[in-house]
């Protein structure tokens, strides 16, 4: 049997969506087809062959396309779901529940239909709800179905931190579980800076100021850019998770898991530590977690609860 390239699909030709399309190419991660819906004109046609033309500059050698018909999509190893409305200032991520929960649930049956042995990353918001509400609806094996969050809100931690000690970003690894909401978790007992922990070296009242600046990440940068959210560190973070799944590189990542027991929770969708691989979600790490950060914990898998509560 000949060796064949993967191939990718990424549902939403918007900022998120393409910018982890051409991230993924420039990765030769696969080859990569966008879908949108249909327009008068043809965006994301457009998007794709733009990017397309990047490779004989930057000597990535992939497919590119565009398409609004979810045929397009048959048998695509990865689905990465950027498709819905992101929030505009003044509004939180759960503002944007029962359109999202639509568009989630109706992309999730085409490709139930046309890549039913996909794996599938969710990035649409409010994430943890969109994850459950795609796991659902394709009826696939939880650990094919994963949100991402944790690497996006680690990623802007560990930036923080790395800024505030003026050391190298690559040196700090912070810990972030929970919902991908303002009360997010970010447990400073297990982040570090060159292996030193973090309590070591950082006064409370800096850590504190950093783990709230984490927290509202996401609105701070939807407030600088006026119309629309992030995508370039969103991209990369979903592009980070695909990458652990096409290369099985077990790597140790948080992702929106399928809970059922772990840290006390059944039947949520919400961030926790997991070992990601060419099986998806391979394994959830169980830390244990001290009182306090129990209740926290606990207060975002209730915000999440919440949410699902309008499905
Ligand atoms: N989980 C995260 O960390 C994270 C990070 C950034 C953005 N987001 C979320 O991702 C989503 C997309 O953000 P964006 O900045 O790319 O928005 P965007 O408006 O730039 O793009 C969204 C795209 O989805 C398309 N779309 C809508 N319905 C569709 C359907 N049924 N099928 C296919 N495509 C459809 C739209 O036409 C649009 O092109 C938002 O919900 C946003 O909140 C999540
Ligand atoms: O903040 C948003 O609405 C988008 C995304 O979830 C983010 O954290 O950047």
């Given at each position: 049997?000949?060796?064949?390239?993967?191939?990718?699909?990424?549902?939403?030709?918007?900022?998120?969506?393409?910018?982890?399309?051409?991230?993924?190419?420039?990765?030769?991660?696969?080859?990569?087809?966008?879908?949108?819906?249909?327009?008068?004109?043809?965006?994301?046609?457009?998007?794709?062959?733009?990017?397309?033309?990047?490779?004989?500059?930057?000597?990535?050698?992939?497919?590119?396309?565009?398409?609004?018909?979810?045929?397009?999509?048959?048998?695509?190893?990865?689905?990465?779901?950027?498709?819905?409305?992101?929030?505009?200032?003044?509004?939180?991520?759960?503002?944007?529940?029962?359109?999202?929960?639509?568009?989630?649930?109706?992309?999730?049956?085409?490709?139930?239909?046309?890549?039913?042995?996909?794996?599938?990353?969710?990035?649409?918001?409010?994430?943890?709800?969109?994850?459950?509400?795609?796991?659902?609806?394709?009826?696939?094996?939880?650990?094919?179905?994963?949100?991402?969050?944790?690497?996006?809100?680690?990623?802007?931690?560990?930036?923080?931190?790395?800024?505030?000690?003026?050391?190298?970003?690559?040196?700090?690894?912070?810990?972030?579980?929970?919902?991908?909401?303002?009360?997010?978790?970010?447990?400073?007992?297990?982040?570090?800076?060159?292996?030193?922990?973090?309590?070591?070296?950082?006064?409370?009242?800096?850590?504190?100021?950093?783990?709230?600046?984490?927290?509202?990440?996401?609105?701070?940068?939807?407030?600088?850019?006026?119309?629309?959210?992030a995508y370039?560190?969103?991209?990369?973070?979903?592009?980070?998770?695909?990458?652990?799944?096409?290369?099985?590189?077990?790597?140790?990542?948080?992702?929106?898991?399928?809970?059922?027991?772990?840290?006390?929770?059944?039947?949520?969708?919400?961030?926790?530590?997991?070992?990601?691989?060419?099986?998806?979600?391979?394994?959830?790490?169980?830390?244990?977690?001290?009182?306090?950060?129990?209740?926290?914990?606990?207060?975002?898998?209730?915000s999440v609860?919440n949410v699902?509560?309008?499905?």
């Amino acid at each position: 049997m000949a060796f064949k390239r993967r191939k990718i699909a990424v549902i939403g030709a918007g900022n998120t969506g393409a910018t982890a399309a051409f991230m993924l190419a420039q990765k030769e991660l696969g080859d990569i087809i966008i879908v949108d819906i249909p327009s008068m004109s043809n965006p994301t046609k457009g998007k794709a062959l733009d990017m397309l033309q990047v490779g004989p500059v930057q000597g990535f050698n992939v497919t590119i396309s565009g398409t609004s018909h979810y045929e397009d999509i048959q048998d695509a190893d990865l689905v990465i779901i950027t498709a819905g409305l992101p929030r505009k200032p003044g509004m939180s991520r759960d503002d944007l529940v029962t359109t999202n929960a639509n568009i989630i649930k109706d992309v999730s049956e085409q490709i139930a239909r046309h890549a039913p042995n996909s794996y599938i990353i969710v990035l649409s918001n409010p994430v943890d709800a969109m994850t459950y509400v795609c796991y659902k609806t394709t009826g696939f094996a939880k650990n094919r179905v994963i949100g991402q969050s944790g690497v996006l809100d680690t990623a802007r931690f560990n930036t923080f931190v790395a800024e505030e000690l003026n050391v190298s970003v690559e040196d700090i690894s912070g810990f972030v579980l929970g919902g991908h909401g303002d009360d997010m978790v970010p447990l400073v007992r297990y982040s570090y800076a060159g292996g030193i922990p973090l309590e070591k070296i950082l006064p409370a009242e800096r850590l504190e100021a950093i783990v709230e600046r984490t927290r509202k990440g996401g609105g701070e940068i939807v407030n600088l850019l006026g119309n629309g959210s992030a995508y370039y560190a969103p991209a990369a973070s979903v592009v980070e998770m695909a990458e652990a799944i096409l290369k099985d590189k077990k790597r140790i990542l948080p992702s929106i898991a399928y809970l059922e027991g772990e840290y006390g929770y059944q039947d949520i969708y919400l961030g926790v530590p997991t070992v990601l691989g060419g099986d998806g979600i391979e394994s959830i790490i169980e830390l244990p977690l001290t009182t306090e950060e129990k209740e926290a914990l606990n207060k975002s898998a209730q915000s999440v609860q919440n949410v699902m509560s309008i499905l």
